[in-house]
């Protein structure tokens, strides 16, 4: 069994910051979890070729809303594909064009909001910020 992460290099050096902090939240609400498990993607379809579309990585709130990379088609580099959040109370949204996009958007360090219609930022007192991540 290997100990790397995933096939993503960006995220396995993500896991070795999270690992050389303690496993602290990187993020207000992200979360590092198993690489391309289906869990809350699976609530949306069963089908095993929508499944396969997505590769699950990380929580992105405290609700367990899930953050995915968007296997829209077969490019080898997986850090560019687009990001997906699949809330945990409904609603799916498009967060980031790829990794590096979505990083930008963690190191603001504030709690991703996911409902029925749209995904954005929370400040830290809880109220919803518009201007990053909307879908």
């Given at each position: 069994m290997s100990d790397t992460y995933s096939p993503v290099p960006e995220l396995n050096l993500l896991k070795?910051?999270?690992d050389r902090i303690g496993g602290e939240?990187?993020?207000t609400g992200f979360?590092?979890?198993e690489f391309g498990r289906t869990v809350g993607i699976d609530t949306w379809s069963k089908d095993p070729e929508f499944l396969d579309s997505f590769l699950s990585f990380a929580t992105a709130n405290a609700?367990?809303?899930v953050y995915a990379l968007w296997r829209i088609d077969d490019r080898?580099?997986?850090a560019d594909l687009p990001v997906v959040v699949f809330g945990d109370e409904g609603g799916i949204?498009?967060?980031a064009r790829d990794l590096r996009e979505l990083f930008q958007q963690l190191a603001c360090d504030k709690a991703l909001y996911v409902g029925d219609y749209d995904a954005g930022f929370h400040d830290k007192a809880g109220?919803?910020?518009n201007e990053s991540g909307d879908s």
């Open positions: 070795q910051l999270e939240n990187i993020s979360d590092l979890a609700g367990g809303s080898a580099n997986l949204g498009l967060v109220s919803e910020d």
